[in-house]
């Protein structure tokens, strides 16, 4: 069963104006969130993370809100530039250090618009 | 950059051969992973070590084994690959032991099982 959701494959938005990407979860173990960027051919590369004690984490352009009791958290970027045409993944962990692994999300294709 | 190297990254093998991947990182750093990237699956861990000979399995290890013999190199073994194993593989490291810390990933294998 999987433990990390985004439910939406890809998402198509104009260049100046706003992405939100979404992601549910199902493991109320989990304790920190990130999201991941990534391009073809490469890695993931970390964007920003939150931890279940907040609410909202911002960075730059970039802007994570958590729900805690609905289990779901979404990454905000504002406002959207042609690079940042990527799929961006959703990963959570228990602990979140030492060998705690991530689980991931199937990621969402999102694509810029000019 | 994250000084994590893997080779190769590409190959090309037959059904039932044996195949080795290498990641290598340039730090000493005591955790590392290995994730498979497969459409409609997202990055799935398969391996993970905590240090020189500790390793363990994450949730798809089944086909493939590790090693680690040195700190800085983290071997994927597939002992008879299958056309299912047709992925692209990724190695992952952690830089600290920080609760919430990211994992920091590699540019990838990719491995084509004919």
């Known amino acids: 069963d999987q433990q990390v959701k985004q439910n939406s494959p890809s998402l198509s938005v104009q260049e100046g104006r706003i992405s939100i990407l979404n992601c549910d979860y199902t493991?109320?173990?989990?304790?920190?969130f990130l999201w991941y960027k990534k391009y073809p051919a490469e890695g993931p590369t970390f964007l920003i993370s939150i931890s279940s004690i907040k609410d909202k984490n911002e960075d730059g352009r970039f802007t994570v809100f958590l729900n805690k009791s609905a289990k779901h958290l979404s990454l905000h970027i504002v406002p959207s530039q042609p690079g940042d045409s990527a799929v961006y993944f959703c990963?959570?962990?228990?602990?979140?250090?030492?060998?705690?692994?991530?689980?991931f999300g199937k990621g969402t294709h999102l694509i810029i618009q000019p | 950059d994250a000084g994590i190297t893997q080779s190769p990254r590409h190959k090309v093998t037959e059904t039932g051969t044996p195949v080795t991947l290498r990641c290598h990182q340039t730090e000493n750093h005591r955790y590392m992973y290995w994730y498979r990237q497969d459409p409609g699956h997202g990055l799935r861990l398969i391996h993970y070590s905590y240090g020189v000979k500790d390793t363990d399995k994450g949730e798809v290890s089944d086909g493939y084994s590790v090693s680690r013999s040195k700190t800085e190199d983290f071997l994927l073994t597939l002992e008879s690959a299958t056309s299912s194993q047709t992925s692209v593989y990724f190695c992952a490291i952690r830089t600290t032991d920080r609760a919430g810390s990211p994992l920091h990933f590699g540019n990838g294998t990719r491995l084509t099982v004919t």
């Open positions: 990963a959570a962990s228990e602990r979140g250090g030492g060998a705690d692994g991530l689980t």
């Open positions: 493991n109320s173990m989990f304790d920190y």
